[in-house]
């Protein structure tokens, strides 16, 4: 299965979309079918409500805030999304 580089745009670290991640902006990889399925795997992984009535949208899922690329330079475990510095990993849901 192929592996994907999700990686916030330069510029757009302070979007308020960021806010309805539990992850702040920084790059992750991880096993997906293609980059669709690697932005909502991210998303459902790192999803969280903003307080207030504000109205957001999920960061990664979206193309003008992270790019998404296919991505051979590292191996990644499945069902792990790894963290850039290489030591840090969250758990991602089993792919179906």
């Known amino acids: 299965m192929p592996i994907y580089k999700l990686e916030p745009i330069a510029?757009?670290?302070g979007h308020a979309d960021w806010c309805a991640s539990t992850l702040p902006p920084t790059a992750v990889w991880l096993h997906a079918?293609?980059?669709d399925h690697a932005r909502q795997r991210m998303h459902l992984a790192t999803?969280?409500?903003p307080p207030g009535n504000k109205q957001v949208c999920a960061p990664w899922t979206n193309v003008a805030l992270v790019n998404c690329i296919e991505d051979r330079?590292?191996?990644i475990p499945a069902n792990v999304a790894?963290?850039?510095n290489g030591k840090i990993t969250i758990k991602l849901g089993k792919m179906a």
């Open 73 to 75: 330079s590292r191996e």
């Open 82 to 84: 790894s963290f850039a």
């Open 11 to 13: 510029g757009t670290e």
């Open 33 to 35: 079918n293609d980059s």
């Open 47 to 49: 999803k969280s409500f």
